[in-house]
């Protein structure tokens, strides 16, 4: 088993959840090594080598179980982490504040306030970090006078301005860190859509439209579902080219995207292929259901009329319809039945669903 696994636990992160990912190994790691220095703490006191007092000893050993469980629960679970998060930082700041009034052999214990600070704006932001900061500060100062050996005035002062320092700074780099993962996120999804979208319609281009169909139908394979595909080409467009232009051409293959995606499912997969060619993959679709969506699309683009220089330009489609056949492994295999039904559209008059049974384009 690798380490990363059983520290972290299986969860696996989606895309553009870098930062998410981070805050859950950041608080994992802060929980589990709390445990275990508290734990060497107090095994150190246990045999003559630190000098602790009972209640530390007893607030120490909750803690530690308290800290255990709650990093089970955030490995288990790292949705869990708006829940976890302010529970162990609250239980730290409690095992630290008696650390404060009873181990008072300890002259350095005030350092655990500073290092608890930047552990809450990591995993719980801006406003928690500036929080827990002014908690504590205000916190060493009133109980620094109920000592029975109360820090020096420079100490406080010195403590004080240490964690308002680290504060301050953890403030705007949180804040600058934060932005600036977003702004990557931002970016590598448009350098993602670059490469799989088509730039002129939002649709996925070629290569990524074959991919997803890939898996797409070896998940059908796998659970025995149909598969149906769409093969669209939009009639006489190189006519509309010649004649309007070739913005005209380009608001025409717009119009026709969107209306095949407001057509669509949220599971269905288009694709524009070539020049004014479509295709449409249907996840868990037969020849009937197939045969209807193709039908309404060929009516809803030729309802369209897209505007073109003040004229409502006419666009027609012929679309052919395959499923997927027990025999077929290739996605390329059911392509090519649905083009054959396609071009037999075209050959019966365009603007008509042809589709693919028997072997026969019909």
């Known amino acids: 088993m690798r380490l990363q696994t059983l520290v972290y636990g299986n ?8 930062y998410r990912k981070f805050q859950h190994r950041f608080a994992c790691v802060l929980l589990l090594f709390g445990v275990v220095v508290t734990a060497l703490f107090i095994t150190a006191t246990l045999f003559g080598g630190a000098q602790l007092h009972d209640y530390y000893l007893l607030a120490g050993s909750i803690y530690c179980v308290v800290q255990g469980g709650a990093y089970l629960i955030l490995r288990a679970r790292p949705d869990r982490l708006p829940l976890v998060a302010p529970f162990g930082v609250t239980a730290s700041f409690l095992l630290e504040s008696v650390a404060f009034f009873f181990n008072t052999a300890d002259e350095l214990r005030i350092i655990w306030f500073a290092l608890s600070v930047p552990a809450a704006y990591v995993i719980m932001g801006r406003k928690a ?8 500060v205000l916190f060493i100062v009133f109980a ?12 406080i002062i010195t403590g004080a301005v240490a964690i308002l320092y680290i504060a301050a700074f953890f403030h705007a780099f949180s804040s600058k860190s934060i932005s600036f993962h977003h702004a990557m996120v931002e970016a590598n999804q448009k350098l993602a859509d670059m490469a799989s979208k088509d730039p002129l319609t939002g649709l996925f281009n070629a290569r990524a439209y074959y991919a997803l169909c890939d898996q797409a139908l070896n998940q059908a394979r796998r659970s025995d579902q149909p598969l149906a595909m769409l093969f669209i080409d939009l009639d006489h467009f190189k006519r509309i080219n010649d004649t309007h232009g070739h913005e005209a051409g380009d608001t025409v293959l717009k119009a026709v995207a969107a209306c095949l995606l407001d057509g669509a499912r949220r599971s269905d997969i288009i694709g524009r292929i070539g020049g004014e060619e479509f295709s449409m993959l ?3 679709t037969d020849m009937v259901g197939g045969q209807g969506l193709a039908e309404k699309l060929r009516q809803d683009v030729e309802a369209l009329l897209p505007d073109i220089g003040g004229t409502s330009l006419k666009i027609t489609a012929s679309i052919g319809v395959a499923v997927a056949r027990p025999h077929q492994r290739t996605v390329a295999e059911i392509q090519r039945d649905a083009d054959e039904c396609m071009y037999h559209a075209k050959r019966a008059g365009r603007n008509r669903v042809s589709t693919f049974e028997d072997g026969v384009a019909a």
Request: net charge negative.
């Open 11 to 18: 969860t696996q992160f989606s895309p553009g959840s870098e």
């Open 129 to 136: 970090g500036l929080s827990l900061g002014i908690l504590s």
């Open 144 to 155: 620094n006078s109920r000592l029975q050996e109360p820090y020096s005035d420079n100490a």
């Open 282 to 284: 249907l996840p868990d």
